[in-house]
Nanobody
Framework: QVRLVESGGGLVQAGDSLRLSCAAS????????IAWFRQAPGKEREFVTA????????NYADSAKGRVTISKDNAKNTVYLRMNSLKPEDTALYYC??????????????????WGQGTQVTVSS
């Protein structure tokens, strides 16, 4: 059974940094993409960034470039999301998700098969 478990969220102040973790288990993810999405209250879930498990290639939403870094630790089966210079508008429930790798990047929630339960990030001004 595939499990994705996010952690690391919390209440921070604007300008702070935060690192979220996504611990993956239940299968081999060598041919999978792992992504981070976020959903703010009243808004749709949006793509933030993704990484290919095998090669470590990364993709970022335009809004995330420069402030966000995705990385992975194969030994720990964990993907990380590092966020710098946090803003109040970054407040959201952050999810990690997994899907089989394809010839292109998958950017919508419907294209991801496995999901974690989410971790809340709240940025105060």
């Amino acid at each position: 059974q595939v499990r994705l478990v996010e952690s690391g969220g919390g209440l921070v102040q604007a300008g702070d940094s935060l690192r979220l973790s996504c611990a993956a288990s239940g299968r081999t993810f060598s041919s999978y993409d792992i992504a981070w999405f976020r959903q703010a209250p009243g808004k749709e879930r949006e793509f933030v960034t993704a990484i290919t498990w095998s090669g470590g290639t990364t993709n970022y939403a335009d809004s995330a470039k420069g402030r966000v870094t995705i990385s992975k630790d194969n030994a720990k089966n964990t993907v990380y999301l590092r966020m710098n210079s946090l803003k109040p508008e970054d407040t959201a429930l952050y999810y990690c998700a997994a899907t089989a790798s394809g010839r292109r990047w998958f950017l919508t929630p419907a294209e991801y098969v496995y999901w974690g339960q989410g971790t809340q990030v709240t940025v105060s001004s």
